[in-house]
């Protein structure tokens, strides 16, 4: 087997092939209420379809940070994405859309309770080549959680559906 590094330039104007995988960091913002700002960190990868179509998937979780009134609110996000590749300058822009199961980890009154919410959202990043193999960028996203119930103790605690904005940078490394 063969492996040869391909900048996403290149894969671009020869019609496809090539992955990628990189690491993500950044700000990521919820609006609940009695929550703040959290880290977000995480790894993602994706393959090129032909063109400038590409696929992959994402694990991202955040931070661990208090709401203003004590309450834990904790999450991980994991999915799947899409995405279409404009190359421009020195690097690629693209726009895409992600989808995937949200793992929210709240203690309401004390109570740890562990909602499993699907969530889908929209992505828009820019990618520099570094390298043939190295890239450097940003992407920011809207991503929208539905709601969820947990049971504890014969309890049924709700969490009502939310939206998270947020602001990753990233480093990939294409193959």
Known sequence: MLITFTSAKQV???????????????????????TNPHELYGVKGSTFLGGAFSVGGYYLQSG???????VDFDYTMTGIDAAYHFPNG??????????????LAMSPSNVDVLYSPYHYGVMLGYDYYVTSWLTFGFEGSYVHVES?????SGTVYTQDKWSLINFLVDLSFRF
Do not use: M
Not at 64 to 70: D, E, I, K
Not at 148 to 152: A, E, H, L, R
């Open 90 to 103: 020195g690097g690629d822009t693209y726009l895409g859309i992600r989808g995937g199961i949200t793992k």
């Open 12 to 34: 671009l104007a020869d019609g496809g092939g090539g992955s990628e995988v990189g690491i993500l960091y950044g700000l990521s913002v919820p609006d609940v209420a009695n």
């Open 148 to 152: 969820s119930t947990d049971t504890k």
């Open 64 to 70: 661990h940070t208090q709401g203003h009134n004590g």
